[in-house]
């Protein structure tokens, strides 16, 4: 039953891409996720930006420059961690200040 929920829960919240160096992500999260559809790209040889930066910077690039200024970002679980991965999250979310 427990298994039965945890992927009605993981199914409904299923992200278009999944970008990022992926060093902390678990390899059956990732499997799961792809399976489903959801296209992995790996920047593991990005070392200079956070994943957080790759992601945003991924949807810039994807939205027409018409439809940017409608543009609105929910970023979740960017707080309350490693000071230096929140100061990083703060930064990017100052370089991209444009965005809502």
Known sequence: LFKI????????YQPDVIKGDMD???YEVLNFYTKLGC????ESHDQDTTDLYKCISHINNLTPDVEKSDLCVLVTGALGGRFDHEAGNINV???FSSLR
């Open 5 to 12: 929920r945890m992927f009605c829960v993981c199914s409904r």
């Open 24 to 26: 902390s992500i678990r």
């Open 39 to 42: 296209d992995a790209i790996d």
């Open 93 to 95: 979310l100052c370089r």
